[in-house]
């Protein structure tokens, strides 16, 4: 092989490599946000790619996660995850997922995730059955995206 195409090779499985590699994003789970907003996700609507991870942090106690519309061909958690507790998932298929924290979702205690920038399911999104202030700010953040 000469050391051309051995070149050649090695830029292209390093790019290959790079093309692989996944990020992962932090949500605080808060009861006041720097923006005076309060109970409340650090990040009401995060974008990420294909295989991305978010991790849930129990910044403020009290919170948890709990996915309530998504993806038909999402495999989500069964159950909510465990108040004050740290929960991550990784996101494997494109397009919006709704979340809520349990004990607040009447206060409004919402956020979305959007996967690949894929808005396919925005009509099951808003169609979603949420409670009391969640209902204005679910319109809120699907007319922002």
């Known amino acids: 092989m000469n050391k051309f195409t051995l070149l050649f090779t090695l830029i292209t499985l390093l790019f290959l490599q790079n093309e692989s590699i996944s990020a992962t994003y932090d949500v605080d789970m808060l009861n006041k946000r720097d923006d005076g907003e309060k109970m409340v996700y650090s990040t009401d609507v995060l974008y990420v790619n294909l295989n991305d991870t978010v991790t849930w942090l129990p910044t403020t106690k009290g919170h948890n996660v709990e996915f309530i519309e998504a993806p038909e061909s999402a495999d989500l958690p069964k159950k909510p995850s465990k108040v004050n507790k740290e929960f991550s998932y990784t996101f494997n298929e ?13 206060m409004g205690m919402i956020a979305l995730v959007v996967v690949d920038e894929n808005l396919s399911n925005i009509d099951n999104i808003a169609s979603t059955r949420v409670v009391g202030k969640s209902k204005k700010k679910l319109k809120e953040l699907l007319s922002s995206l």
Request: charged share 10%.
């Open 94 to 106: 494109p397009g919006i997922y709704l979340y809520q924290c349990s004990p607040h979702k009447s």
